[in-house]
T-cell receptor
Framework: TQLLEQSPQFLSIQEGENLTVYCNSS?????LQWYRQEPGEGPVLLVT?????EVKKLKRLTFQFGDARKDSSLHITAAQPGDTGLYLC???????????FGTGTSLTVIP | DSGVTQTPKHLITATGQRVTLRCSPR?????VYWYQQSLDQGLQFLIQ???????AKGNILERFSAQQFPDLHSELNLSSLELGDSALYFC??????????????FGSGTRLTVV
């Protein structure tokens, strides 16, 4: 099992604030993905990062893959209530055909 | 609508019973994955099927089994149910098992409550 630890586990912030969520592991992953899950729904893919050091931006969300491909971060600028949800990182095994999900970060953005 | 269909959406059953959860993958996807999500364990991988054959096994109990049919839909069978089996069960699909970089498409899940 390739364990992915996310921090913080819970985060409650005011609308307009910035935040960063971390995803760390001792294992190397061939790729890493971030998902957002809303209550009563399945996780929805936000982004895939493949190359060590890669940075991807999706509107107010910035994703970074660590140089050693063991960790990743998600930064949200000017958070909005619509960003509320459970954020999950998932690392792909070396064979690429299986993902290991992180422990999750529950984000609440207060209007 | 993600394209992955799971039924039923909710299921309440008694301890000791057996239930079957059904999943239809997104059109064109050959791989189906089953996950269990509970508050204390997070999203746990159970099993993967690719084009009808078992590809990988995760933390799946012996009381649980799954299969993928020729039309690519999959069923997860849970037997001798215990209170601790209460959880959300998700099915996800992907184009093929070898190129997971495209990510998974998840269904909306089945909420199982064992009483």
């Amino acid at each position: 099992t390739q364990l992915l630890e996310q921090s913080p586990q819970f985060l409650s912030i005011q609308e307009g604030e910035n935040l960063t969520v971390y995803c760390n592991s001792s294992s190397v992953f061939s790729s890493l993905q971030w998902y957002r899950q809303e209550p009563g729904e399945g996780p929805v893919l936000l982004v895939t990062v493949v190359t060590g050091g890669e940075v991807k931006k999706l509107k107010r969300l910035t994703f970074q893959f660590g140089d050693a491909r063991k960790d990743s971060s998600l930064h949200i600028t000017a958070a909005q209530p619509g960003d509320t949800g459970l954020y999950l990182c998932a690392g792909a095994s070396n064979t690429g055909n299986q993902f290991y999900f992180g422990t999750g970060t529950s984000l609440t953005v207060i209007p | 609508d993600s394209g992955v269909t799971q039924t039923p959406k909710h299921l309440i059953t008694a301890t000791g019973q057996r239930v079957t959860l059904r999943c239809s993958p997104r059109s064109g996807d050959l791989s189906v994955y089953w996950y269990q999500q509970s508050l204390d364990q997070g999203l746990q991988f159970l099993i993967q099927y690719y084009n009808g054959e078992e590809r990988a096994k995760g933390n799946i109990l012996e009381r649980f089994s799954a299969q993928q049919f020729p039309d690519l839909h999959s069923e997860l069978n849970l037997s001798s149910l215990e209170l601790g089996d209460s959880a959300l069960y998700f099915c996800a699909s992907s184009v093929e098992g070898r190129q997971a970089g495209d990510g998974y498409t998840f269904g909306s899940g089945t909420r199982l409550t064992v009483v």
